[in-house]
């Protein structure tokens, strides 16, 4: 196949060394240049999902494509791996679940690059230039066959690749020269060019380290990516990148539990920018701190296995105890079924078929079942009479006397569930906290003596986009990346 849209595909000498966001900084790039960009990711693994029309896909790529300036589709992510335990994740297909995918199976893989290639094709209807992002590193030879995530891809689709090392995390020089190494001739004779991502301090003191990349390998050096501090105001791709922020005495305190199937975890991102608030993700092997006002359960893949992993760290005991003293718990869809009287999987939809206890601070019960919900929505939030756009993907539903007293409504219909006080609530709907008009209502309902921030941050994201294009644009070639787009393989 010959890729009939001129297309350039960022791959990288390992996992998080910036390929989501460099593609979304050369989308923004190229699109201010009066390009007609589309983002692209055959195949991602990621819990953090985002809902667009036709289905769901991660969520850097729906980043990529606000930064591209066009609505996400399917098609921009056409296999989304969402893993469940350490062996199995779900498999969504063009926005659809698919189905299983466990570690014994895993390349049977290939049988889905039909659809990737064929969201590609459709991508490139009405597009100048698709910027696709790798996934992990092609220096992985051990999952060579099969793959459709790197050089499976770019070899199906003949798309020319430029190849991302990470200076920040060291040995960058021989990540670089042993990718090319490791790769057969015909994968490295795709790689056109390098280049040097997250570099500090004065560039010109890697100036040698580049000609003897260039040496080792043949390819051509197209920039030394200088750190971007902004990229933290970016939603976050991977959970690695979650970290607390703000002053523990100051500010109101709000406390997250990391659990090991966390999902969904860019609903805190507007939190993590807001200076009016003390954010801490609290790590295996430590409480919840004591002084907290709230405690956010996060979204799950698996909502029992996390629940079990809750009790096993101790912070079940945590949470009531924080609730004895008057603090708030806010359960996010996996969290919201926690929250819960039981959650009920009588066909195995997370594991085996069981029920089990929830934390039985909320007078609800959650039932599991295959179908699942996918779906942007407008909401109402009931208190403060805030209205806001948010979104849904989970799978069952979630009734009983609490819901009575839901703190939402969706086209007039209750949604989630509070607690007779309202110091307890849960909710299926995502992206909440983007929404600056209902964050900062939810904030001071909670502690109305402090004051709060005035984020925008919808605003600051689109200012961190054009920031970002204007360093990529400053440091890299960016012509000599279009013109391997245009002439291809």
């Not at 990288?12 to 589309?38: E, M």
């Not at 523990?248 to 939190?271: E, H, T």
């Not at 919808?458 to 279009?482: N, P």
């Amino acid at each position: 196949m010959t890729a009939h849209t001129p297309t350039i595909m960022i791959q990288g000498t390992g996992s998080n060394v910036g390929k989501s966001v460099l593609v979304a900084g050369l989308c923004r790039l190229f699109t201010r240049q009066g390009l007609r960009v589309r983002p692209f990711k055959p195949q991602n693994m990621s819990n953090n999902a985002a809902a667009v029309e036709g289905g769901e896909i991660g969520r850097a790529q729906a980043l990529q494509a606000r930064a591209a300036r066009v609505a996400p589709n399917v098609h921009m992510n056409p296999v989304l791996l969402k893993p469940e335990t350490d062996r199995r994740s779900q498999i969504i297909v063009q926005g659809q679940r698919f189905g299983q995918l466990d570690a014994a199976s895993y390349r049977s893989r290939e049988s889905l690059l039909p659809f990737v290639i064929d969201s590609f094709t459709r991508l490139g209807d009405g597009a100048d230039l698709i910027v696709v992002e790798g996934a992990g590193s092609p220096a992985e030879t051990n999952l060579r066959a099969g793959d459709i995530a790197n050089m499976g891809f770019a070899h199906a689709a003949r798309v020319p690749v430029i190849l991302v090392g990470d200076i920040d995390r060291g040995g960058v020089i021989a990540s670089l020269v042993g990718t090319h190494a490791v790769l057969d001739s015909n994968d490295r004779a795709l790689i056109r060019a390098f280049l040097i991502n997250k570099f500090r301090g004065d560039a010109r003191l890697f100036d040698e380290g580049a000609r003897t990349i260039e040496d080792m390998t043949g390819w051509n050096a197209l920039g030394i990516v200088p750190w971007f501090p902004a990229a933290h105001k970016l939603p976050a791709e991977d959970a690695i990148d979650i970290a607390s922020t703000g002053q523990s005495d100051c500010g109101l305190k709000i406390a997250v539990p990391i659990l090991p199937r966390i999902a969904n975890f860019d609903d805190l991102d507007p939190l993590k920018l807001d200076s009016s608030v003390a954010l801490t993700m609290v790590p295996p092997g430590s409480p919840l701190p004591g002084d907290t006002d709230l405690v956010i359960l996060p979204g799950s893949k698996a909502t029992i296995a996390d629940l079990a992993f809750l009790r096993a760290q101790g912070w079940d005991i945590d949470i009531k105890a924080h609730v004895r003293r008057g603090g708030h718990v806010l359960g996010l869809c996996g969290g919201y079924q926690m929250l819960g009287r039981a959650i009920a999987d009588p066909h195995g939809v997370e594991g085996k078929p069981e029920q089990v206890e929830g934390l039985g601070l909320l007078d609800v019960e959650t039932y599991l079942a295959a179908d699942k919900t996918v779906r942007t929505v407008r909401a109402l939030h009931k208190a403060s009479g805030t209205p806001l756009s948010a979104y849904e993907i989970h799978m069952g539903r979630t009734d009983g006397p609490d819901t009575s007293r839901a703190p939402f409504a969706l086209d007039g219909c209750p949604e989630g569930a509070s607690s007779a006080d309202g110091r307890i609530l849960g909710t299926y709907l995502h992206g909440l906290f983007s929404a600056d008009e209902f964050r900062s209502a939810f904030l001071r309902s909670l502690r109305p003596e402090l004051s709060f921030d005035d984020l925008r941050y919808e605003v600051e994201v689109e200012r961190t986009l054009d920031a970002l294009a204007d360093h990529l644009e400053q440091h890299l070639d960016a012509q000599r990346i279009l013109d391997i787009a245009r002439t291809g393989l």
